[in-house]
Antibody
Framework: QLQLRESGPGLVKPSETLSLTCTVSGGSISNSYYYWAWIRQPPGKGLEWIGS???????YYNPSLKSRVTISVDTSKNQFSLKLSSVTAADTAMYYCATKYTTSSEDYFDYWGQGTLVTVSS | QSVLTQPPSASGTPGQRVTISCSGSSSNIGINTVNWYQQLPGTAPKLLIYTNNQRPSGVPDRFSGSKSGTSASLAISGLQSEDEADYYCSTWDGSLNRYVFGTGTKVTVL
């Protein structure tokens, strides 16, 4: 069974870049059925998809965040990462990494990390 | 602002049936499958229903999903205290070109 764990700073200053890594265990990040995703949830609010990456490096992002987001993958370490630039207080949220299982007829986030809270504050 | 609308809350006594609606449009639910996630207090979301009405292994059969047109529903039959959680619907929106989640419904067991 896949397990995901987020890691990174819990506090980021305004205008700086938020950087998080998700480490995958229990399976290969090169699994052809999976995309690897970042999803966030501001305190007390709903879920927002940030973007996804395939093991080949192919990415697609939420258009509302696209100008500030970079997601990358390191297959040798079984990890993928998120960078979000020019952060503001509005980027304060619990950040989750997740797997996205995808076939021609199915498409869903089936495994989730425990989440890591990132606060943007000076 | 979410494009999938859910009632903010739902409640019932133990054993009752509770239904949660998820209203979308022709660019999301109307053309794509719907998934449901359960988020217990203080925990990460968990896949509850996928592809409109399929239950992952380990999910009790008192949870069921359905979809019709541009709306979807999640039903909880035989409500139990451990079902107190937030529930989110989700799908891909072909016009917005992004995954969208519903506004979320908090289920309370009275």
């Amino acid at each position: 069974q896949l397990q995901l764990r987020e890691s990174g700073p819990g506090l980021v200053k305004p205008s700086e870049t938020l950087s998080l890594t998700c480490t995958v265990s229990g399976g290969s990040i090169s699994n052809s059925y999976y995309y690897w995703a970042w999803i966030r949830q501001p305190p007390g609010k709903g879920l927002e998809w940030i973007g996804s990456i395939y093991y080949s490096g192919s990415t697609y992002y939420n258009p509302s965040l696209k100008s500030r987001v970079t997601i990358s993958v390191d297959t040798s370490k079984n990890q993928f990462s998120l960078k979000l630039s020019s952060v503001t207080a509005a980027d304060t949220a619990m950040y989750y990494c997740a797997t996205k299982y995808t076939t021609s007829s199915e498409d869903y986030f089936d495994y989730w990390g425990q989440g890591t809270l990132v606060t943007v504050s000076s | 602002q979410s494009v999938l609308t859910q009632p903010p809350s739902a409640s019932g006594t133990p054993g009752q049936r509770v239904t949660i609606s998820c209203s979308g449009s022709s660019s999301n639910i109307g053309i794509n499958t719907v998934n449901w996630y359960q988020q217990l207090p203080g925990t990460a979301p968990k896949l509850l229903i996928y592809t409109n009405n399929q239950r992952p292994s380990g999910v009790p059969d008192r949870f069921s999903g359905s979809k019709s047109g541009t709306s979807a529903s999640l039903a909880i039959s035989g409500l139990q205290s451990e079902d107190e959680a937030d529930y989110y619907c989700s799908t891909w929106d072909g016009s917005l070109n992004r995954y969208v989640f519903g506004t979320g419904t908090k289920v309370t067991v009275l």
